[in-house]
């Protein structure tokens, strides 16, 4: 039995997410569909995550095990060529069969995409979430130094991700690596929120950005920011950000 790594991308427009439905079309139902038939099986297909509906990837990772012989090159063409254009294959390899693309993460990094540009170009209404300017950047980039380290993100939580009654595992603990707020580099009005870190609550990153505009827009100070995530309450955090701006840029192993 071979277990083939995938590395791929895709806009998430069209789609109701990463994890396979019944009654919805997904990236993973999309990609486990075009592998059973060059493979001739059903085929389990296994993600690093599961992106919301409307969420981007650059560097999603995945996994499967099959029996087939078809060569990675030819696995690489051939999903290409029987994928829609909105998801891509972009590196096939053989690996150790332990390997589990969620398993075996060690974190990830996310960004999202704000423009303040008075009226966004139509080619960028799908990947930014545009806000009224201008924005507070000093502000914003204060409020994310106090998400660096480990913390318990539960005000930043979508309510019901999880059951908060399992005292099994970390909860609602993760370790931040690196928070940054950047220019885009093709506009001094479009910037990128940079977050990596061990793993991510469902609508974490998307929650953090909807509160850290609020204080952009002088709502909410550095010291109210970090009082919000001291406060492990939902309701204390700002809104969720829309998920066209959200990307996940890589899986660190």
């Known amino acids: 039995m071979r277990n083939i790594k ?7 427009t069209n789609y109701a997410g990463w994890q396979r439905q019944k009654n919805a079309l997904t990236i993973q139902g999309m990609i486990e569909e075009k ?3 060059m493979t001739g099986s059903k085929i389990q297909l296994h993600g690093a995550g599961r992106t919301d509906a409307g969420v981007h990837a650059l560097g999603m990772v ?4 099959t029996n087939s012989t078809i060569p990675v090159l030819g696995f690489h063409d051939g999903l290409n060529s029987l994928l829609p254009e909105d998801i891509r294959i972009f590196g096939v390899e053989d690996v150790d069969p332990a390997f589990h693309a969620r398993n075996s993460a060690k974190g990830k990094v996310y960004s999202y995409n704000i423009t303040t540009i008075p009226v966004p170009l ?11 300017g201008p924005l507070d950047i000093r502000a914003m980039r204060d409020c994310l130094d106090h998400i660096v380290g480990s913390h318990d993100f539960s005000s930043f939580e979508a309510t ?27 506009s001094i009005e479009s910037f990128r929120v940079v977050i990596s870190g061990d793993g991510f609550l469902r609508h974490m990153v998307r929650n953090i950005v909807g509160t850290l505009i609020e ?3 002088g709502k909410r100070t550095a010291q109210s920011f970090n ?24 899986v660190l192993y």
Do not use: C, W
């Open 62 to 65: 995945a996994n499967f095990p």
């Open 215 to 217: 204080a952009g827009q």
């Open 227 to 250: 009082e919000v995530l001291a406060a492990k309450d939902r309701k204390m955090a700002g809104p969720t950000a829309p998920s066209k701006g959200l990307f996940l840029e890589k």
């Open 122 to 132: 139509p080619t960028e209404r799908l990947y930014y979430t545009h806000v009224r």
């Open 35 to 37: 592998i059973s038939i």
């Open 160 to 186: 019901g991700s999880r059951d908060s009654k399992n005292k099994k595992g970390k909860g609602a603990l993760r370790t931040i690596f690196s928070a940054e707020l950047m220019a885009h580099h093709q």
């Open 6 to 12: 995938l590395l791929l991308a895709y806009d998430g």
